[in-house]
């Protein structure tokens, strides 16, 4: 079956006052049909950028996508007209923001902002719509749809803003669910919430999700796949059992050591990661995370490594020392 | 819990409630915000003690009210045998000199017009008569200490990385060579791999120069790593206070047991393996918390009881505290 998105060498800059901004530098990945990918990096590693430049949404000028291709269900994205690109957006691919307060507009009702997407893309009148939206806010459970329905942003708990929020983007029947860091300005219990009704209606609608996020304990138990990012670049990317297990490349040994384990034994040290990410107005031509990594020797700095297969099917790893590492038998 | 561990901080029965007005012009203060609803715990010296919880449960105003930084409404903290809340403000002040605070902002905790240098030397001009060039060198120093560059001294903080200006402020913190120091959620706001660099920096000077943490944080993972005991609070009070792995390994209220579980762990197969305790719903309004125990809202194992009266904190097992009829 083909995949749902392909993307080849997507990159994308800024061009600010301070020189070009090299956000995302010639990704290339698929996405399939009903899977989960978990896309996992820093602040700055080109993670957000990367799905907006997908939607079309990166303001032009400063922004640039300078080059790439984003097959979508065979269409070229990137290629689209805008008027044909807006039919894409929320229709076909919806996005999901970090902070549901202010992707909210607060002087209208929830239900008025789910509804006018109904009314815009699937041509319904205000009666079909505000049922569907009903239908919608109870999907996602929140409690009391029909009187919630009225309500404005501010009387919903943060919580209950990301349930819109979904139930909005869920709206029209995506085939792909963009969340960029839906969970991170919410408490964990609530963060559990809305990560197990993400799987729930990923099982129930069979759509493709994309989930953003900084934190490696929080896509774990969730995604199939991951990439993770590093300044604009895709270090490192498998199945999630592999990524976890069987880690290729010392950033992702770096962020998975940061992470303070569950069953540890007391006084156990944290491994950290030495160090800033890179400039990336000034990215250096060699391995970008040269200067952070222990394993480093002289080739990384002049040779920028590329993506290439591991040990596992589908495990590939951006990293000139891999072998060597793995027989280190650090990770 | 040793025994011969000396106490350093006592918090008996505080409680701190904020008028909340009703009606826009008449200011009629008909309720009160009862931020801290008779909370009670000690610290030891030398010891780290983590107070986790989710938004609105009270815990930084806790740690507020420990510093006075808020007056108690009723309760006492008592500081090395002293209860600070009694004390004149002359007195309060020597004390505070002991009692530090690292805050969860460092883009909004550091003045802007400020160079790193008087940024850190701001506490030693308030509570010491130190010569310039004594202050000078101090700040050297506390740089050196926190793993900065002493030349750093003459810049300011938008010159910083966000972890790097997390190390300013624990450097302010430590000017003055405090007991306690109360970290307010100091790495919630920095990426994954700087976290755990602040976190083993603050590890590193606990060892070397004794001092005693309380750690405020909603990251239960963390809390759990850096802490010897933990307090885990919900909508103003302590539901459970114990041993970090006895509260991890055996939790006893309801409430922890889920926070325990919506833990994530970086490891998709125990990830999968573990049940779930999905709470429903959301965290009352402390304006109108509901009757009887605090959690029954969301409780999934609540009984007629929880309803109608409020739990009694007790120590079920030796330091294992918990406020549960059931537990």
Avoid at chain 1, 188 to 214: C, D, F, K, P, Y
Avoid at chain 2, 41 to 67: H, M, P, Q, S
Wanted: hydrophobic share 40%.
């Amino acid at each position: 079956m083909k995949p749902l998105m392909e993307i080849n060498n997507l990159t994308t800059r800024f061009h600010t006052q301070d020189g070009t901004v090299n956000a995302v530098n010639g990704i290339s990945y698929t996405l399939n049909h009903g899977e989960i990918l978990g896309v996992v990096g820093e602040s700055g590693c080109g993670k957000s950028v990367h799905a907006l430049s997908i939607m079309r949404l990166v303001q032009i000028p400063p922004g640039e996508i300078a080059a790439g291709e984003v097959f979508f269900d065979g269409r070229d994205l990137l290629k689209l007209s805008e008027k044909d690109m807006r039919t894409v957006r929320g229709h076909e691919i919806a996005m999901v923001f970090q902070d549901p307060m202010s992707s909210l507009n607060p002087v209208y009702t929830i239900g008025f902002q789910i509804s006018e997407a109904l009314i815009l893309h699937k041509n319904m009148n205000k009666r079909q719509a505000k049922e569907r939206t009903i239908e919608l806010l109870n999907l996602v459970g929140i409690p009391e749809a029909r009187k919630r329905f009225d309500n404005f942003p501010h009387q919903f708990s943060g919580g209950m803003r990301q349930r819109a929020m979904i139930a909005m983007a869920l709206s029209c029947e995506p085939k792909l669910l963009i969340a960029d860091e839906p969970t991170t300005a919410l408490d964990v219990t609530i963060q559990a919430q809305i990560i197990n009704l993400v799987i729930r209606l990923q099982q129930e609608l069979g759509m493709s999700v994309m989930w953003i996020t900084h934190d490696l304990g929080i896509v774990a138990e969730m995604v199939h796949r991951i990439n993770v990012m590093y300044a604009g670049l895709i270090i490192e990317r498998g199945l999630v059992d592999d990524i976890y297990n069987h880690t290729l490349h010392p950033y992702t040994m770096g962020l998975l050591g940061s992470l303070p384990s569950i069953d540890e034994a007391p006084g156990t040290k944290l491994i950290s990661i030495p160090g800033l990410p890179p400039d990336l107005v000034d990215l250096p031509s060699g391995c970008p995370f040269f200067a952070r990594c222990t394993y480093r020797e002289e080739r990384c700095a002049k040779e920028r490594p590329q993506l290439e297969n591991g040990p596992e099917e589908g495990h590939s790893v951006a990293c000139w020392r891999w072998r060597e590492i793995q027989k280190m038998g650090i990770s | 819990m040793n025994m011969e561990k000396k106490l350093l901080l006592q918090v008996m029965n505080l409680k701190k409630y904020f008028p909340a007005s009703k009606g826009l012009f008449t200011n009629r203060q008909v309720r009160f915000v009862k931020a801290v609803d008779d909370v009670s715990f000690d610290v030891y010296d030398g010891e780290t003690l983590g107070l986790v919880g989710e938004t609105g449960c009270g815990k930084t105003t806790v740690a507020r009210t420990i510093l006075q930084l808020y007056h108690p409404t009723s309760g006492k903290i008592i500081f090395d045998g002293v209860d600070l809340s009694s004390l004149p403000e002359n007195d309060l002040r020597k004390m505070r000199r002991r009692m530090q605070m690292i805050f969860q902002d460092p883009y909004a905790s550091l003045n802007p017009r400020m160079t790193v240098g008087s940024i850190i030397s701001a506490p030693l001009d308030v509570h010491t008569d130190l010569k310039r060039s004594e202050k000078q060198e101090k700040v050297q120093d506390l740089l050196k200490l926190v793993g900065l560059n002493p030349d750093f001294v003459n810049r300011y903080p938008h010159e910083f990385s966000g972890g790097q200006r997390q190390r300013i402020g624990i450097a302010r913190a430590l000017a003055l060579s405090p007991d306690l120091v109360i970290c307010d959620e100091p790495i919630s706001s920095l990426d994954v791999s700087i976290q755990a660099q602040v976190v083993n920096l603050l590890e590193e000077l606990q060892d070397r120069l004794g001092l005693t943490y309380i750690f405020v944080a909603h990251d239960l993972s963390m809390v759990r790593h850096i802490s010897d005991r933990m307090v885990v609070m919900y909508l103003g009070k302590v539901m459970e206070l114990a041993d970090r792995n006895e509260i991890y390994l055996h939790p006893r209220h309801p409430y922890t047991k889920a926070l325990m579980s919506a833990v994530p762990i970086p490891n998709p197969r125990k990830a999968r393996d573990r049940q779930r305790i999905i709470l429903k719903g959301d965290i009352p309004s402390p304006l109108n918390p509901p009757q009887g125990c605090n959690f029954n809202t969301r409780c999934p194992l609540a009984q007629d009881i929880c309803f109608e009266k409020d739990p009694e904190y007790r120590e079920i097992e030796p330091n294992h505290f918990v406020a549960c009829h059931l537990a």
